[in-house]
């Protein structure tokens, strides 16, 4: 088991007495959950980022927008400058309204909505965006965010995770038993067969979850419209770096070097002079990062990565194996949950 932080392992029995005692006052009803008019889809995860929580989102907004339903995305803008409960618009300040967020609006196509309590960030999306057609929320990181009733769970789960350990000594958020509150577990191709065993062993009062197996694929740059740097100098702020240089990787693209930001980076003047300094003493000609960064640079820090070359934007996006089989399963839940409700 990965202990990242070995110091607080003796905190960790009490990290999880005491989400066990939450999950338990919810299943009592002492804590209250809201419920909201349309039906409520999570996709969530039990570690502290890094799972891929965001190409899932953005694929289940495009199938469900296909399929003839109004979405609407509703997420907490984690580490947002910003703290009113709002809609995100596509060119918004992604510093002030969180770097996932500005993402989502951008990629997805659908209204979203941030806000600490994602009941309210609901509300707010029913009043403000009614709509003839069928509704269906899409929560962004919702397995612990309990205080919203959710009609289906879908939780990631990733190899780093089962060799994870609870906070605060490691990144999991819950402990892989909580499982057992999933509908649908998502695995990613590479992973799956290891992980199915470790699915197949939990089960709670909804039996034992489904399986989704997805295969993660990055694109750089945009329809081939500037040449990749040769030489690149790669950057990001997100929770597992080593993830993106290997997808890099992956597709043949080496950069020279790597600069990780933590999670969430809020970029800065000194932040692009660190990483001229460094493009300067590796010899890139250019720079490739991730989405979620690229969001958060202002026109003036592009114009200064820019005097070294093209700063290459990788996108990242999933796909369903067995797709037609995976959402007709679920297109059918939120059927049923549809013809109750409305």
């Not at 502290?48 to 927008?65: D, E």
């Not at 040769?230 to 997100?238: K, N, R, S, V």
């Not at 240089?245 to 932040?271: C, E, R, V």
């Not at 369903?320 to 939120?334: A, F, G, K, W």
């Amino acid at each position: 088991m990965t202990t990242r932080r070995p110091l607080l392992l003796p905190l960790t029995p009490l990290y999880g007495a005491i989400l066990a005692m939450k999950r338990q006052l919810f299943r009592w009803g002492w804590l209250k959950q809201n419920r909201l008019q349309s039906p409520v889809i999570s996709v969530g995860s039990v570690s502290a980022g890094g799972a891929g929580k965001t190409p899932m989102v953005l694929m289940l907004a495009w199938v469900f927008r296909h399929r003839g339903y109004a979405v609407r995305i509703l997420t907490r803008g984690y580490k947002r400058s910003g703290r009113a409960t709002t809609r995100v618009e596509p060119f918004d300040d992604a510093v002030w309204y969180g770097d996932e967020p500005v993402l989502l609006a951008q990629r997805s196509g659908v209204p979203v909505y941030e806000g600490a309590d994602r009941y309210q960030a609901g509300l707010m999306a029913e009043r403000s965006e009614p709509s003839e057609k069928l509704v269906v929320h899409l929560l962004d990181d919702g397995f612990q965010h309990r205080r919203l009733a959710r009609d289906v769970d879908i939780v990631l789960l990733t190899k780093a995770d089962v060799e994870d350990t609870l906070l605060p000594a490691g990144n999991l958020r819950e402990p892989l038993a909580a499982l057992a509150d999933a509908d649908i577990v998502v695995l990613r191709e590479e992973e799956a067969d290891t992980l199915r065993g470790v699915v197949a062993g939990v089960s709670g009062a909804k039996g034992t979850p489904a399986i989704w197996v997805v295969r993660r694929s990055l694109s750089l740059g945009e329809g081939g419209e500037v040449s990749l740097p040769t030489e690149p100098l790669a950057f990001c702020g997100i929770a597992r770096p080593e993830n993106f240089s290997k997808m890099l990787a992956a597709q043949g693209y080496q950069p020279t070097d790597i600069l990780a930001f933590p999670d969430h980076h809020a970029y800065n003047d000194d932040d692009v002079h660190r990483l001229l300094e460094l493009a300067r003493q590796v010899g890139a000609n250019g720079f490739v990062t991730t989405e979620k960064d690229a969001v958060k640079l202002t026109p003036i820090m592009r114009e200064h990565l820019e005097m070294v070359g093209a700063i290459i934007v990788a996108r990242l996006s999933v796909e369903l194996l067995n797709e037609q089989e995976s959402l007709s399963q679920l297109i059918t839940m939120v059927g049923r949950l549809d013809r109750r409700k409305h």
